[in-house]
């Protein structure tokens, strides 16, 4: 059974920082590629990042990249976002996301605000 567990969310001021993690287990994490979601009121769930399955390669959305950075430890099974120079606009549920199986897994999310 896939699970991901994200932690690390919480309340910044702009320009703060919060480095998220994901705890995954129940398949083969070294094989997979690994994404980062989020979610903002009102709004759909986006794309925020990804890493494949050894590090090789990362992507991010035009809106994070410079800021974010997305890592992962294939010996913990663990992905991070890093996470710089916050933003107002950053706010919002953040999840991690693998495909296995045929369909798309998710965590239960966590919640970053960036607030003055």
């Known amino acids: 059974q896939v699970q991901l567990v994200e932690s690390g969310g919480g309340s910044v001021q702009p320009g703060g920082s919060l480095r998220l993690s994901c705890i995954a287990s129940?398949?083969?994490?070294?094989?997979?590629?690994m994404t980062w979601y989020r979610q903002a009121p009102g709004k759909e769930r986006e794309f925020v990042a990804g890493i494949t399955s050894v590090g090789e390669n990362t992507n991010y959305a035009d809106t994070v990249k410079g800021r974010f950075t997305i890592s992962r430890d294939n010996a913990k099974n663990t992905v991070y976002l890093e996470m710089n120079s916050l933003k107002p606009e950053d706010t919002a549920v953040y999840y991690c996301?693998?495909?296995?199986?045929?369909?798309?897994?998710w965590g239960q999310g966590t919640q970053v605000t960036v607030s003055s």
């Open positions: 996301r693998v495909n296995y199986g045929m369909r798309a897994h």
């Open positions: 129940g398949f083969i994490f070294s094989n997979y590629m």
